[in-house]
């Protein structure tokens, strides 16, 4: 009979999906950054791209502190969050809406890590991993300060240029 799972098998395998879920957005920053019609939008784009290869960097920290090697997990639910990213990119290529399409995905992907990482935290908590907590937490911040960046963008001049024909 298999072992029963238990909460730490959770904590892994929810590990690996957002170690998984990082490097696909690491791989897709960059040509979020290129499509991006205004500058802050590429300067946004490139920042957190810096950012992400730290956040890598800290998961890296996390499996060696729980003795395991670092290892991604297929995560579907990023893999359709930047298709559909994609998608807009190829569709919007042309249009004023490309930059608020744009943001509106990097949303999808902020929230996606936020609710991750918050989830990490607590369970980490849980099973009394406090060296993994403030890793866990440096992220969180990270993702939560670029989900208001992206707010503020669409509402300082995205949104507004995007209902004006290219
Ligand atoms: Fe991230
Ligand atoms: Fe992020």
Redesign the pocket.
């Known amino acids: 009979m298999a072992a029963v799972k238990t909460l730490d098998d959770l904590f892994l395998d929810t590990l690996k999906d957002i170690y998984f879920a ?1 490097k696909q ?1 690491l791989k897709a920053l960059p040509k979020m950054a290129r499509a991006s019609q205004s500058e802050e939008g590429k300067a946004g784009f490139t920042q957190h791209r810096e950012e ?1 290869q730290g ?1 890598i960097e800290r998961l890296e920290q996390v499996f060696e502190l729980i003795g395991k090697p670092a290892r991604g997990k297929t995560c579907e639910a990023i893999q359709g969050i930047i298709a559909e990213g994609e998608e807009i990119i190829e569709e919007f290529k042309d249009s004023s809406a490309l930059d608020a399409g744009l943001i509106s995905s990097a949303q999808a992907v902020e929230h996606y ?1 936020i609710a991750r990482y918050g989830t990490l935290i607590e369970w980490a908590k849980q099973l009394g991993l406090k060296d993994a907590v403030p890793l866990l937490q440096q ?1 969180l911040a ?2 939560e300060a670029t989900d208001k960046k992206l707010t503020a963008l669409a509402k300082g001049s995205a949104n507004a240029k995007g209902k004006q024909a290219a």
Do not use: A, F, H, L
């Open positions: 990082e957005i992400t956040q890590e992220n990270e993702e």
